[in-house]
C-alpha cells in the first residue's frame, strides 16, 4: 500500500498568529486538504502556542468526526502533562512522542531509547490504555538495540526524522547514503513488528526516492514543504502532488 499522507497543519497557523485575525483558518485548510486525499491531519501544539493554538484542537476533531470519517487526526508533542491533558481530552487516532525541547524552533533529533526508556514506558502505557496508536520519534541510525526499546516499551510505530535527508537537496551523494540508513532503520523496525512512518522537510522531489526505499512506509507527516508549495499551487493541488509523490494514484 501507498505511503499515507498527514498534513501538518502548523506552519499555517504560524502565519494565521502573525495577525489577531482567524485567517488563513486552520480547519479551513484542513477540510481542503482532506477534500483533496489527504489521510490526516497533524499538529504540534507547542506549550507557547506560537503555532497551533491549544484551542485549535476541538475544531479539528470536529472536522475530522463530522465530515471525513476514516481519516485520522495526528497530535505529536513531548509528553508532559499539559500535553497528555489534551491528548486524553481530544483523543486522536494517533500519538507521536516527540523529544522536544520547549525552547526549539522545530523538531530536530530522535529519542535517546536507551536513556529515556521509563519515562516512554510510562507514557505509552498510559496511551495505550486510551485505545490510542503510539508513534516514537527515532532517528535513522539503523540500532536494532534502541529499536527493540521502542517496541518493548507498547510502541505501535516509529517516525523517522528524515530532517538530515531533507537538507542534502543539494548534495545528492550524501542523500543517497542518508536515505540507506533510513531504510536500514525501517528495515529493522518492520523486522522487529513496528510500523514506519517518516517526517520533516519532506518534499515532492524527495519523497519518491525515500517511498522506493522504504516500500512498506505507512504515513508521512508533512507541513513546511507542504504549505510552501501550497503558496505556489493552492493548497488543494499541492496535496494531490505530495499523494502522488507518496505512489498513490490520484
Not at 172 to 180: H, K, Q, W
Not at 210 to 218: D, Q
Amino acid at each position: 500500500m501507498p505511503a499515507k499522507l498527514s498534513v501538518n497543519l502548523n506552519a499555517i497557523a504560524m502565519l494565521r498568529n502573525r495577525r489577531d485575525l482567524p485567517w488563513p483558518s486552520v480547519t479551513h485548510l484542513g477540510r481542503i486538504a482532506l477534500e483533496a486525499g489527504a489521510s490526516g491531519i497533524t499538529v504540534h501544539p507547542r506549550p507557547d502556542q506560537r503555532h497551533v493554538r491549544f484551542s485549535d484542537l476541538a475544531p479539528i476533531r470536529t472536522l475530522i468526526d463530522g465530515e471525513f470519517s476514516g481519516t485520522e487526526f495526528n497530535i505529536e508533542g513531548f509528553p508532559e502533562e499539559n500535553f497528555m491533558r489534551l491528548v486524553e481530552e481530544h483523543r486522536p487516532e494517533q500519538v507521536t512522542l516527540v523529544p522536544d525541547d520547549p525552547s526549539q524552533a522545530t523538531s530536530d533529533h530522535g529519542w535517546d531509547f536507551r536513556r529515556n526508556h521509563n519515562l516512554l514506558g510510562n507514557i505509552v502505557g498510559r496511551l495505550k490504555k486510551l485505545g490510542l496508536r503510539v508513534s516514537v520519534f527515532a532517528d535513522g541510525d539503523p540500532d536494532r538495540e534502541a529499536l527493540t526499546i521502542a517496541r518493548d516499551i507498547g510502541a505501535d510505530r516509529i517516525e523517522l526524522y528524515t530532517g538530515p535527508y531533507g537538507g542534502c537537496f543539494d548534495d545528492p551523494a550524501e542523500g543517497a547514503r542518508i536515505l540507506d540508513l533510513l531504510g536500514e532503520t525501517a528495515d529493522i523496525a518492520r523486522d522487529l513488528g513496528l510500523a514506519v512512518n517518516a517526517g520533516h522537510d519532506l518534499t515532492v522531489a524527495n519523497l519518491p526516492a525515500l517511498v522506493a526505499r522504504i516500500p512498506h512506509l505507512a504515513e508521512v507527516s508533512i507541513g513546511h514543504g507542504l504549505t510552501g508549495d501550497a503558496l505556489e499551487y493552492g493548497m488543494a493541488e499541492t496535496v494531490r502532488r505530495f499523494c502522488r509523490a507518496c505512489g498513490q494514484d490520484i
